[in-house]
């Protein structure tokens, strides 16, 4: 190699490393959450920021790895969840961004409609507090089972004051309710496991949660914690680049609730 070719060479290894001074690590679920993320790689490593996904698909293992500071911010989660582990568990996190919504829908293999639903079906529903109280509205909601007025803000199966059709609920681990269609009448399922359950968006939802809810996806932080890293995080995911994606990748399945910052 000629000297000029060399030093060349040597000039653009360095330029390269110098564009990775930073580590980022983020733990998130693979569907939608990973998929977002990596939109916004590149742009983080325009800045010298290496994005590094952790994907994860226990519901109960980004806030612990936060926690323990393995991982700079996770992204799963909604605000009532994040409530619930942090009374559970103590956690002092605090949220960066709102991203998107993500509602429930009852989904199924044997029904056209929700007014085939006999007595005796089988319904599987998140087992995790905060989408089974939203599963149990939801069924509320069309008239399936009614709950007691005074109940509490996430309703269990304690909860059920009346269930003229004696449905069999069944509480399944959000991740496995897509595997358990073929043994259940229905299942209410979050959207990221219907995407990732491959059940959207071959299989319409026979119902749906309403848009107007509390249960936005966020990105969540240690409490305090300052690395400008973090702040380039939340400007590139709440960019138009972003909300562009979410719109034309989940074709309304998901739902952005940011005002896009420009890119």
Not at 44 to 73: F, S, T
Not at 98 to 118: A, F, T
Not at 129 to 149: K, S, V
Not at 236 to 262: A, C, M, N, W
């Amino acid at each position: 190699m000629k000297n000029g070719a060399y030093w060349v060479a040597i000039a653009l290894l360095l330029a390269g490393c110098q564009k990775c001074e930073t580590q980022l690590k983020v733990a998130a679920t693979s569907v939608p959450h990973a998929e977002i993320l990596k939109v916004i790689e590149p742009d983080l490593k325009e800045e010298g920021i290496c994005l590094k996904v952790l994907e994860v698909d226990d519901y109960c293992l980004p806030n612990r790895l936060l926690a323990e500071k393995q991982v700079d911010a996770n992204f799963f989660q909604h605000q009532p969840f994040l409530c619930v582990q942090q009374q559970q568990f103590g956690y002092e996190f605090e949220i960066l961004a709102s991203i998107h919504l993500e509602p429930l829908g009852i989904y199924s293999l044997q029904l056209n409609d929700l007014s085939e639903i006999k007595e005796g079906a089988k319904i599987a529903i998140p087992s995790d507090p905060t989408n089974e109280g939203r599963a149990l509205q939801l069924l509320e909601e069309i008239g399936l089972i009614q709950l007691r007025d005074t109940c509490q803000t996430y309703p269990t199966l304690l909860d059920v004051a009346d269930n003229p059709l004696c449905l069999k609920i069944q509480e399944i681990d959000a991740a496995f309710l897509p595997r358990v269609l073929e043994d259940v009448t229905c299942a209410v399922i979050p959207s990221n496991f219907a995407l990732q359950g491959h059940v959207l968006p071959n299989h319409r939802a026979l119902a749906i949660e309403s848009l107007e809810s509390p249960y936005a996806n966020i990105v969540v932080i240690r409490k305090d914690d300052q690395q400008a890293s973090l702040q380039a995080l939340k400007k590139h995911l709440t960019s138009k680049k972003v909300h562009d994606f979410i719109q034309q990748r989940y074709q309304g399945v998901l739902v952005p609730v940011f005002e896009p910052t420009q890119d």
